[in-house]
């Protein structure tokens, strides 16, 4: 069945560090990837997307790659902050066309000073 | 402008029990989608409604059912309710059909 995976369960890095988030997914026909950051209490926000005809896009101090061949993406945090401090999940909306997010279980940063 | 609300923000129900959850999408928002995050997991999908039609439903049971109203306003009904309903119950909206879906801060349920 489809599922969406993550390397690590918790990744704690030093601030001013940069961070690298993995996520594995496994059906090969979806095409739109969402990072979501979840603060404790609140709902999943948005980050970042990507499609699948691009394998890499910035936004602010984040950077999303994609790489189709081995179902991988990868969130990456430029000079952690204490704010950056989340659950971080990488979502699988299959078809561009459909609401059905495949989440995986998510990764804790931890950003010490 | 406003976000996804939602309401309400917490809920303790018992066994047994029916429970309506309401979810107002970002304005202008004609897609609403319901996800279930229990503690520890990510969410799951539950159902999805666009111009006040089911348009996709998740792996949950009958007991388990939502609506779309005129003002693209949604409630999502749980009857019978289980000790394993107790969850961070999640609503998304998004623009149209190749737009993001965005969050909103979720109603907890607690089932006793």
């Known amino acids: 069945g489809e599922s969406v995976g993550l390397h690590l369960p918790t990744l704690s890095v030093q601030e001013g560090d940069n961070s690298i988030i993995n996520c594995a997914y496994s059906?090969?026909?979806?095409?739109?990837f969402i990072w979501y950051k979840q603060e404790s209490g609140k709902g999943p926000q948005f980050i970042i997307d990507?499609?699948?005809?691009?394998d890499k896009r910035q936004g602010q101090r984040v950077t999303v790659l994609l790489n189709k061949t081995v179902k991988h993406l990868s969130l990456q945090i430029a000079a952690t902050q204490p704010g950056d401090s989340a659950v971080y999940f990488c979502?699988?909306?299959?078809?561009?066309?459909?609401?059905?997010?495949?989440f995986g279980t998510g990764t804790r940063l931890q950003v010490f000073p | 402008d406003a976000g996804v609300t939602q309401s309400p923000t917490h809920l303790i129900k018992t066994r047994g029990q029916q429970v309506t959850l309401r979810c107002s999408p970002i304005?202008?928002?004609?897609?609403v989608s319901w996800y279930q995050q229990v503690l520890g997991q990510g969410p799951q999908f539950i159902f999805q409604?666009?111009?006040?039609?089911?348009?996709g439903r998740g792996n949950f049971p009958d007991r388990f059912s939502a609506r779309q109203f005129p003002n693209y306003s949604s409630e999502l009904n749980v009857n019978a309710l289980l000790l394993g309903d107790s969850a961070l119950y999640l609503c998304?909206?998004?623009?149209?059909?190749?737009?993001?879906?965005?969050f909103g801060p979720g109603t907890r349920l607690l089932v006793l």
């Open positions: 998304a909206s998004r623009l149209g059909i190749q737009e993001t879906q965005y």
């Open positions: 059906n090969s026909a979806s095409d739109y």
């Open positions: 990507i499609r699948s005809n691009m």
């Open positions: 979502a699988d909306q299959g078809a561009y066309n459909t609401d059905k997010l495949i």
């Open positions: 304005s202008g928002h004609k897609s």
């Open positions: 409604y666009y111009e006040k039609e089911e348009r």
